[in-house]
């Protein structure tokens, strides 16, 4: 069965901190990747996406994640993270071939001490 | 404009009642969704409209009925809500070409309550 996994339900981290958050998925055929976040307070946005080309994807506010196709990965990285940054944050996964489905993991808590 | 807009924000209904989320985009995207989602869980696909025609039924109950009267609007008419099927209802649109699905663009959501 198609799925994601985040693998970190809850993440603390204090200013300046480093962050990496995995995300797995389970899906057959060529896939369309993304993060979305959700501010307190706010609506689901894109924060990047792959699609084709480059495996390493920059996306808004200084993040970046990597497709690894061998590991079924799509980790989401920021070297430095701010207190605006708490949010909860969504890997997600359609099929190219698939049409509209779109699979969402469980979702990232993520609080950052100021 | 890379505005979904939902009406209205919240809504509390009896079991009995007939009510209906409205859902609004300007972008030109040929697909919107529903979704639904539960207090700290993802979201969960409902429907997809393309093309303004129904694309996925994720097996959802009949009491959740969707229409999609053009292109820019989707209707979610709810009648018989369980109390379970309390949650957000967000709405989500995006390119409509089939193979090439592009990011979707959400909604606030209706902060649905059935008594």
């Known amino acids: 069965a198609q799925s994601v996994s985040q693998h970190n339900h809850h993440v603390i981290l204090s200013e300046a901190a480093s962050l990496e958050l995995g995300c797995n998925y389970s899906?057959?055929?060529?896939?369309?990747l993304f993060w979305y976040v959700q501010y307190p307070g706010q609506h689901l946005q894109l924060l990047l996406k792959?699609?084709?080309?480059?495996?390493l994807v920059k996306g808004i506010k200084g993040f970046e994640a990597e497709f690894i196709k061998s590991k079924f990965s799509f980790n989401l990285r920021k070297p430095s993270v701010q207190w605006s940054d708490t949010a909860e944050y969504f890997c997600?996964?359609?099929?190219?071939?698939?049409?509209?489905?779109?699979?969402f993991g469980a979702g990232t808590r993520l609080f950052v001490k100021a | 404009d890379t505005e979904v807009t939902q009406t209205p924000k919240h809504l509390v209904m009896g079991m009995t009642n007939k009510k209906s989320l409205k859902c609004e985009q300007h972008?030109?995207?040929?697909?919107m969704y529903w979704y639904k989602q539960k207090a700290k869980k993802p979201p969960e696909l409902m429907f997809v409209?393309?093309?303004?025609?129904?694309?996925i039924n994720e097996s959802v109950p009949s009491r959740f009925s969707p229409e999609c009267p053009n292109s820019s609007l989707l209707n979610l008419h709810l009648h018989a809500l369980q109390p379970e099927d309390s949650a957000l209802y967000l709405c989500?649109?995006?390119?409509?070409?089939?193979?090439?699905?592009?990011?979707?663009?959400f909604g606030p959501g209706t902060r649905l309550t059935v008594t």
């Open positions: 409209y393309s093309y303004e025609k129904l694309s």
């Open positions: 792959y699609f084709s080309g480059d495996p």
């Open positions: 899906y057959g055929g060529t896939v369309n």
């Open positions: 972008m030109g995207h040929r697909a």
């Open positions: 997600a996964v359609n099929s190219r071939t698939g049409g509209f489905k779109t699979i």
């Open positions: 989500a649109s995006s390119h409509g070409r089939t193979g090439l699905t592009y990011e979707q663009y």
